[in-house]
């Protein structure tokens, strides 16, 4: 029963069979008697209580609240109010009455008050003692109930953490009560369906919607390797009355009954694994970074350790032959275990399974395999007996074995390991395991094959560049080839020096748009033909026509180049552009100019014609040629791009390869977006190498 508490201050509410809560269902009295013995305050309930309005009561003697006579000592306003006095407080029941004749018994609450002029009153809370009783009833079986019901039982407030809980929920939680108080539900009830758990209680505390005999599949810190099934049952703590507003619930483990919403629960698990691999397995073509992406796929959602490892083929054709060791490479590991699984996974490059061994098994079979690691694996699968016994130290019980074949190619196996701190794998853990193997293999041979493709493609570049430029006493030349990051395929930039009759230098530079194999073929053809040309003393506008006309015929759609004819005797430099970045000619002097009156369209567009433009170098001039990977990037603009080349080329000029290095450190961002060509050329005149007699 309440006492003269503040309407604001918090009370715990029990539980009641009856709209509303139970304390809604206790009228309270709250009345004054002064030394006197009349009412001299009439408080919140005495009307209900009593049937008095304080119109009709205040200065009345209280004997009016009480069935007897006056003169009996033991049931009147008298008794109460000396008791309040002589005691200090004194609680217990009489008989009372109410204002239609009414008799019932009541149980009081006395104790006296002094007034601010020293005049005493005795203040008095009364209710029937019928609600009493009920009260009393209720709370009796509520601490029954949390003390021995076998359901789990909690109280959460608003924000859903822990302030009472039976020793029922605990157990199975596998945690003390203290260690529940205070935390969220969700620290200790971890459920399999993500938010979704706490979207349907927030639903129930902020709705008031109540929620009975769901199934939700969850587990818990202190059984982190069972799986459990409950059905849990949810209401809204009214809050009436002062109390504490919140939920109340009841929990059931139905684990053994539901034991197909174990298997639900972890298919949706296995099903999560497999979209989270489909989306993070394969990002790039690079074999490593594949097979790393498969094992921080598996680990620890799937497995507590887990290594990659690819065949390493003595010869072709790849065929696994079973008679045979097996010789491979681990290209990615990881474990969550303690040392020495650290160095068991990690701690070995090549690997030797031989003949026999479960590796063999599976391969064999092009199927998942489990072993358990016992004496017998261990003997037929590890070689070397420090690491046999860094695998038995190393916590692992089980491994499932799983192949990387994709397009009849054995790319390696993968291999899944877990600790006896985890279930056993099962045969759903097999697919699963089958399923990750063949997206990750599906991505490693998708890689292999770009990387030969890529390798294709670079060796022909190679080859078809050239390995020795033309030397020149009229023309010092530094020149770079840079090809774009690991991540790019090879290009088709191109260049060339060609030293011809009469002491004539040509300078080549050119770009086949695309990339790949066919950028790579088209590229050495156009240099090819265009060398071939130069040899016929063709101004280098007749050289592009002719280079277009074997670009139409190649069917090379678009390729740009530019071609300079220096003639030392002269100094004068003949130009024709087939849609090429301009030239740059740096002065001793350290200026730059722009040779930007070069037109002309990229060749393999035809019908139109290139224009040849002269100009004239001084000696220790430096022509700049290069392709545009050197002027775009990301983020940049061509004319951006063009400032820089010139603020770099202004610097003093010294030394060429210095002056080519510096440029291409400066200006190329890392890793580089795009192949990159540059040339640098200074130029000398005739008379400078060979004086008149």
């Known amino acids: ?17 009856e709209p509303g809560t139970l304390l809604e269902h206790v009228r309270v009295a709250v009345f004054g008697i002064d030394e006197d013995d009349r009412i001299c305050y009439w408080g919140p309930g005495a009307h209900d209580l009593f049937g008095h309005d304080p119109a009709g009561v205040l200065s009345r003697p209280a004997d009016v609240l009480f069935a007897g006579p006056p003169q009996d000592a033991s049931d009147s306003a008298m008794s109460l109010a000396e008791r309040g006095r002589t005691l200090g407080y004194w609680r217990g029941r009489l008989r009372a009455r109410h204002r239609d004749g009414t008799v019932f018994d009541c149980g009081f609450r006395v104790f006296p008050v002094t007034g601010a002029e020293g005049s005493s009153v005795i203040m008095a809370l009364a209710s029937r003692s019928d609600q009493l009783d009920r009260v009393k009833t209720n709370l009796a079986f509520l601490d029954s109930l949390f003390e021995t019901c076998p359901i789990g039982l909690v109280m959460l407030d608003e924000d859903l953490r822990y302030v009472h809980l039976n020793q029922a929920l605990a157990d199975m939680d596998g945690m003390p009560i203290a260690d529940h108080l205070g935390r969220r539900m969700d620290e200790i009830m971890i459920p399999s369906d993500g938010d ?10 902020e709705e008031g919607r109540p929620v009975v005999g769901a199934l939700v599949g969850v587990r818990t810190p202190g059984h982190p390797d069972r799986d459990q099934v409950r059905s849990v049952s949810f209401f809204p703590l009214s809050g009436a009355v002062g109390s504490r507003p919140g939920l109340g619930g009841l929990v059931v483990d139905v684990t053994d009954r539901e034991q197909a919403i174990m298997e639900a629960t972890a298919g949706r698990r296995r099903l999560a694994l497999l979209n989270r691999a489909a989306a993070t397995i394969g990002t790039t073509l690079d074999v490593n970074v594949t097979a790393r992406e498969l094992v921080d796929a598996a680990v620890p959602d799937f497995a507590d350790a887990s290594v990659v490892e690819v065949v390493e083929w003595m010869d072709e054709p790849e065929v696994f032959d079973p008679e045979r060791p097996l010789i491979t490479r681990r290209i990615a590991s990881g474990t969550i275990l303690p040392p020495p699984a650290t160095e068991l996974v990690s701690g070995l490059e090549h690997v030797t399974y031989p003949t026999g061994s479960a590796i063999h098994r599976m391969l064999g079979t092009g199927s998942v395999v489990s072993v358990q690691v016992d004496d017998e694996f261990v003997t037929r699968t590890v070689l070397h007996q420090d690491r046999a016994q860094l695998l038995r130290d190393s916590g692992l019980t089980c491994i499932l074995l799983a192949p990387l074949i994709a397009r009849g190619t054995v790319q390696g196996f993968a291999m899944f390991g877990r600790s006896a701190a985890r279930p056993a794998f099962t045969e759903q853990d097999h697919g699963l395991a089958g399923e990750l193997a063949s997206r990750a293999a599906l991505c490693l041979d998708n890689a292999r094959l770009y990387s030969r493709v890529h390798d294709i493609a670079l060796t022909l570049q190679r080859a078809l560049l050239p390995s020795a430029l033309a030397t020149s006493p009229y023309a010092e030349v530094a020149h770079r080839y840079v090809p774009g990051s690991h991540i790019t395929e090879v290009g088709g930039d191109w260049y060339d020096v060609i030293s011809l009759p009469g002491g004539r230098v040509a300078l080549v530079v050119g770009d086949v748009m695309g990339h790949g194999v066919p950028a790579a073929a088209a590229m050495g053809r156009l240099r090819i033909t265009a060398k071939a040309l130069s040899r016929h003393n063709q101004e280098p506008g007749d050289l592009l026509a002719e280079l277009d006309v ?22 004068r430099a003949l130009i024709a552009s087939a849609g090429h970045p301009p030239p740059l000619v740096r002065h001793p002097d350290g200026t730059v100019e722009t040779i ?9 567009v035809g019908g139109q014609p290139f224009a040849t433009t002269e100009t004239d170098l001084a000696e220790g001039d430096v022509l700049a040629l290069y392709t545009d ?27 060429l390869e210095a002056v080519a290095d510096r440029m291409l450190a400066s200006l190329l961002p890392r890793p580089p977006d795009d192949d990159t060509v540059l040339v640098l050329a200074r130029v000398h005149r005739a008379h400078r190498v060979h004086p008149a007699p």
């Open 550 to 571: 074997c670009a139409q015929e190649a069917g090379i759609e678009l390729a740009t180049c530019l071609y300079i004819l220096y003639d030392p005797a002269t100094g």
């Open 1 to 17: 029963m309440p006492s003269g508490r503040s309407g604001g201050e918090k009370a715990p509410g029990p539980l009641w069979s």
């Open 629 to 655: 990977g050197l002027i775009e990037a990301r983020g940049r603009d061509i004319e951006e791009g063009l400032d820089a080349v010139r603020a770099e080329l202004s610097c003093d000029s010294g030394d």
């Open 596 to 604: 930007s009156d070069v037109l002309g369209v990229p060749l393999g």
């Open 196 to 205: 979704e758990y706490q979207r349907m209680l927030r639903a129930v505390a």
